[in-house]
Structures are given as structure tokens and as C-alpha cells.
């Protein structure tokens, strides 16, 4: 019962306003609550969303330099960099070199430029990801397997992705994606920021991270074997402490804005936005100046911006040297641009490719959506609006342009986009963003330096892996805290009255927080096993679309809608909620609950009956205590305690 209004919940009969049921209640509630846009098909979501964003915010987002401004872009130049040579040499492992550290900085450095310029949501970082790598290592399977040359066949399934992604702006398939909830976007940035943080300290279906190390057989030790006075275990210990030495020093220096360290706001303010720059230099040049006799792993870049396949023939269909080893020097490099038309005589693979294309576009539509969708929270003060059609059209035109020269395919990467917002955001000492300073600027010049990077390979081999794992680490563990997924995962350790403070502490019961936080944690698990189980590693895209319908109709099934609303709805749906149930907004007449189909927190605020209280006590708790705003009648609050 709530206002005083007597409803009988089996029935749904309100004596008040008449038949109210749970279910068209919960249809209400979520109607006038969606947030959602009508769709902007034929074209016209795009030409709306450059108006709202180019038209609009370009001048000013091409012209608000400052001092934040160079240190981010340092930043990112570093959390850009990193990635793009680390999956370029697995590019390269997996594709026999047909793709590898040079053609994902070019991939990088063009599509950032141009993304910067264009694009209408400028603070997104796209770039080489882990489930992209995987599917075009799945193509380059399918291609061996049907005898097809690899680059040819690779370029039609892009240009087919590209097709799929201009019908989804023009059509406005976009609009799906604001189906996703923070249940979908939490998982899916969970699992990011998982490989980044396993990718650093260990990944342990692969042999990637600092503690790998300390395994004799470790790939670099390998190579090191026939140098005399080679100790594995000291390049282990000194990787392990180059590693976590960055992470660590460039989350001490990032600390320091709010602390009574350095003599003004200035100079804190600097450290802190040149915190991750300062600890690279910082280890590299301990590295070469102090320990530079310890032969620890370097970069696997080559010494010349040219493609990476070196061709035994003029056929160039062989690696040199490991497919000819027998000639005494390559016969040249491949060429950028790919011949389309190189099929090996089986022109039928044109068509082909669109099957394989339909997944790849499920997994750069859902990565680029589900990116953008966390990036344009509310919670992050993002104010030059969306553009989601508008960037899938430029996104395509970057997946074709790759294709046809033989680079790799680029999405938005959620981790750096999240740390650029991050770090272009003033905060409050408690986490909260008060407004966030967006710009083209930081992502024009962070891939300026890159492209200028790919004529100083040289210079950038001079960095360690180990500090290129320990920038890995930093992001993850920065980005972490931020995940209110990995919040709810640490009540699984905590006393329950040692809970912080949180919207859904402070209403629900624990055991159904704990029930929401598992089913995540089920879902993140099956992401997981998918993608690193080759044969069906292809199928990766379809658990991530998945999570969309699971939320939308079976989490409905176990939670109500007070609970989804305070676990997965908007900060605006929560303040919402929370101002009503504080100021005891369901009174006698109960209109609001009539007229805008919006429910209290009539089941979020009955409690438990403890052992040695009886029910006449616990009603007794409920109906008395005045801040709750709700009254209860005897015969409601049994059917409620039995329910």
C-alpha cells in the first residue's frame, strides 16, 4: 500500500484509481522515462548530428589551447603507442607479417588525424583492439584455408563491413544501441580493462605480462640464450620492477593535484597531467643509463617505415626468410595498395566475403556503440552532444580506406577514450566530474606524434616492453575504481555494515545486490572463455550482443523495477527516485504514481525479519519510522514480507 491507497498485488486492483498491474505499471515507468530518440532513418540522423556537433562546437573545440592541452596529448601519445606496437606484433605472429607494427602505427596515425578533424565525437581514441585482432586473425585462417591470398580477400570483408556500417547510419541502427544499459556497458568495459591489467602483469591464456618472465622458456630468454653472461632471472626482477616502478610512480605523481605537495595549484596541476610522460622517461632513462648491461626485452619495431612483409618471389605470396630460407636477400616488400582482384582465380570470394563481413560488423558496430555509449554518460559532463550516426559513417570510410592499403581495422578503444575524458576532466577530490574540456586538439596532436614516431623507429625502440607493460597497467588500474561493477565485486569481501554509501547500499537488500553483481560476473565470464577459445572466437561479437536482450528481458523476470532502476538506471532516473522516496512524494492521492506511471520505493525500504523479531515488531519498525514516507497496512506488508 502506498499513499494509502490499498492495492492487492495478486489482483492488481486499486481501491484509489482502479486495475494497476506490476506489469503495465513497469511498461509505464519505462516509457516515460526512455530517454531514447525517435528514429533518424533515410539520412537524417546523420545530417542532424553534424549540425548539433560539427556545426556547432568545431570552432571552439579547434581552438581551446592551453597547458592541459600538451600534457594530455603527451599522454595519450604514450597510451596510444603502446598498444599499437604491442598488437602489432601479435598482428604479425597471427597473419604470417602480412600485417604488423608499421602498418598499425599507419593505421593509427591517418585515422586519428583525420578522426580529430572530421569526426563529431572528437574525444574518442580509436584504435587496435584485442577482439578486432582476433577476428582478422580468423580471417586470415579462413583465407589460408580456402586458399585464397590473405590481403585481397581481408580488404572485400572490410569494404563489406564498410557497406553494413553506411546502411546502419543511414538507417539509423544506432538507436539499438541506446538500448544498452550500464549492465552491457559495464561488462564490456570490465573486460577491456581486464585484458589491459592482464595483458600487463600476466596473461595467462597467453605469453604476454611481466611475471611471464620469470619463466625460463620465456620467448625473449630464448633469444638470449647464446649470450655468456645472460641471467633470466635478474631481466626478470628488473622487468618486474620497470614494470610496476611506472604504474606506481605515475599514480603517485597523478595524485598529487589534490595534495599539499609543490608550491601551487600550477605546478600540481602539471604533474598531475604529466604524470604517465614523466614516469616513461623517468624508467627508460634508468634503464639506460644505470642498467645497461641487463639485456631486458625491447620493442618489436623494424628500422624502416616500409611494409612489414618481405616477399621471397614477385609473386609475393611467401615470407623471407622463413618461408624461403634457401635465398640469400628478399626480393622486396609488399606493395601498400592490394589487389583487389588477386583472388587466385576464385572471383566467387567477392560474395563470400559479406558472410564473415556480418560478424565483423556486429563487432565494430557494438565496440564502437558501446564506446561511445560509456564515453557520453551523464556522469561525464560531456555537453557537445552525440553523433553516433554521423561517426559511423566516418568510421566506415576509415575501415575501407585500411582495407584497400592493407592495414589493420580501427574502433574505438574503450580504455584510452576513457582516459582521455578522465584526463581532460576537472574533478573533485572524491572522484566526481565537474566539467570536462573537449577538444580536437589533444587527439589531433597525440596522432601528430605518432605519424612522426613512424619516422624515428630508432628512437622509440629505446623504451622497454616492461615500461610499455607498466603504462598497460596504469590505465587499467585507473580506469577501474571508475566501474561501478568492480565496486559491487569488492561487497562480495566487505562487512556488510562497513558498506560505502551508495544508492543501491543504502535501499537494497544485500542479497539482490549480490544476485545482480553475479549474473554479471556470469556474463563477463562467457565474454571471456569466447574470445580466447580460437575455434569459436568468431562468435565473440554475438555474446556481446546478447547482453543486450538478456537485459532487456530476463533481468525484468528477477528484479523489480525499483531495484534496475537504482543498479542500472541513469543518474538522472536514481535522483529521481531518491528525491521522491526522501520527500514522501506518494501522498494520500497518490498522483503521481497515476498519472506518470513512476513506483516509490514501496519494495526497496521493506526489511528482513531478523531472528527473535517477530512480524508484529517489523511492522511496527516500517509503519513508524517517518522517513520512509510509506505506509503500510498489516495486510500489504504481509503480502510484501511474503513476496
Not at 20 to 42: A, E, G, I, W
Not at 88 to 98: E, F, I, Q, S, W
Not at 158 to 181: C, E, H, P, Q, S
Request: glycine letters at 6%; hydrophobic letters at 45%.
Amino acid at each position: 500500500t502506498m499513499g494509502g491507497d490499498n492495492i492487492d498485488y495478486e489482483s492488481g486492483e486499486n481501491d484509489t484509481h482502479g486495475p494497476v498491474t506490476l506489469k503495465s505499471q513497469q511498461s509505464k515507468f519505462f516509457k516515460s522515462h526512455d530517454n531514447r530518440q525517435p528514429s533518424q532513418m533515410c539520412g537524417r540522423g546523420i545530417v542532424s548530428d553534424f549540425r548539433n556537433t560539427i556545426g556547432k562546437h568545431w570552432v571552439k573545440e579547434m581552438t581551446n589551447f592551453n597547458t592541459k592541452t600538451i600534457a594530455v596529448s603527451f599522454f595519450l601519445f604514450i597510451a596510444v603507442i603502446a598498444p599499437s606496437i604491442t598488437f602489432g606484433a601479435v598482428y604479425a605472429k597471427r597473419t604470417n607479417n602480412y600485417m604488423g607494427a608499421v602498418e598499425l602505427l599507419l593505421a593509427t596515425a591517418w585515422c586519428g588525424i583525420f578522426y580529430s578533424l572530421v569526426s563529431g565525437m572528437p574525444m574518442m581514441i580509436n584504435g587496435g583492439t584485442g577482439p578486432v585482432l582476433t577476428f582478422q586473425s580468423v580471417t586470415y585462417e579462413l583465407a589460408k584455408s580456402l586458399d585464397i591470398p590473405f590481403l585481397p580477400f581481408n580488404a572485400w570483408v572490410g569494404i563489406w563491413v564498410a557497406i553494413y556500417m553506411l546502411l546502419a547510419g543511414f538507417f539509423d541502427l544506432n538507436r539499438f544501441i541506446k538500448y544498452a544499459t550500464r549492465f552491457t556497458d559495464e561488462i564490456f568495459a570490465f573486460l577491456i580493462i581486464s585484458i589491459f591489467i592482464l595483458d600487463a602483469l600476466g596473461n595467462p591464456v597467453s605469453n604476454v605480462g611481466l611475471f611471464h618472465y620469470f619463466n625460463p622458456d620465456h620467448q625473449h630468454h630464448e633469444k638470449k640464450e647464446d649470450v655468456s653472461d645472460y641471467d633470466y632471472m635478474t631481466v626478470a626482477f628488473l622487468s618486474v620492477i620497470l614494470g610496476l616502478g611506472t604504474a606506481v610512480f605515475a599514480m603517485v605523481l597523478r595524485g598529487i593535484k589534490h595534495s599539499a605537495f609543490c608550491c601551487n595549484d600550477f605546478v600540481r596541476s602539471a604533474v598531475t597531467d604529466f604524470s604517465i610522460t614523466i614516469s616513461v622517461v623517468f624508467f627508460t632513462l634508468l634503464k639506460q643509463v644505470v642498467f645497461t648491461d641487463i639485456k631486458t626485452e625491447e620493442l618489436n619495431v623494424p628500422d624502416t617505415f616500409a611494409p612489414t612483409f618481405n616477399c621471397c618471389t614477385s609473386t609475393c605470396t611467401d615470407y623471407f626468410p622463413d618461408d624461403c630460407p634457401e635465398l640469400a636477400e628478399p626480393y622486396g616488400r609488399r606493395d601498400w595498395f592490394v589487389n583487389l582482384f588477386d583472388l587466385n582465380g576464385k572471383q566467387w570470394a567477392i560474395f563470400l566475403a559479406a558472410g564473415p563481413a556480418a560478424l565483423a560488423f556486429i563487432l565494430a558496430f557494438l565496440d564502437n556503440g558501446i564506446t561511445w555509449h560509456i564515453v557520453n554518460h551523464p556522469s561525464n559532463k560531456i555537453t557537445h552532444g552525440e553523433a553516433y550516426n554521423y561517426d559511423t559513417v566516418v568510421s566506415a570510410f576509415m575501415v575501407a580506406v585500411n582495407s584497400v592499403i592493407g592495414l589493420p581495422w580501427l574502433v574505438a578503444s574503450t580504455v584510452p577514450c576513457v582516459m582521455h575524458v578522465t584526463a581532460m576532466s576537472e574533478k573533485t577530490k572524491d572522484g566526481t566530474t565537474l566539467s570536462v574540456q573537449e577538444s580536437r586538439l589533444t587527439g589531433f596532436f597525440t596522432h601528430i606524434l605518432v605519424m612522426c614516431s613512424i619516422l624515428a623507429l630508432g628512437v622509440i625502440k629505446l623504451i622497454p616492453l616492461p615500461v610499455l607493460y607498466g603504462v598497460f597497467l596504469f590505465m587499467g588500474l585507473v580506469a577501474l575504481p571508475a566501474q561501478e561493477f568492480w565496486q559491487r565485486i569488492l561487497l562480495f569481501f566487505m562487512q556488510p555494515e562497513k558498506y560505502p554509501s551508495s544508492c543501491y547500499t543504502d535501499h537494497l537488500r544485500i542479497k539482490r545486490i549480490h544476485l545482480y553483481t553475479g549474473i554479471q560476473i556470469i556474463f563477463f565470464g562467457l565474454l571471456y572463455v569466447v574470445k580466447n577459445i580460437k575455434p569459436i572466437a568468431i562468435a565473440f561479437p554475438v555474446m556481446i550482443l546478447l547482453c543486450i536482450p538478456a537485459r532487456l528481458y530476463l533481468l525484468p523476470k528477477i528484479f523489480n523495477y525499483d531495484e534496475l532502476a537504482l543498479l542500472d538506471g541513469s543518474p538522472e532516473k536514481i535522483e529521481r527516485w531518491i528525491e521522491k522516496s526522501n520527500d514522501g512524494a506518494f501522498d494520500d492521492n497518490n498522483d503521481d504514481y497515476a498519472d506518470n506511471g513512476e513506483l516509490g520505493p514501496e519494495t526497496a525500504f521493506i526489511p528482513e525479519v531478523t531472528a527473535g523479531q517477530n512480524e508484529e515488531e517489523a511492522l511496527r519498525m516500517v509503519t513508524s519510522d517517518p522517513d520512509n514516507g510509506i505506509e503500510y497496512t498489516e495486510g500489504a506488508f504481509k503480502a510484501d514480507a511474503n513476496e
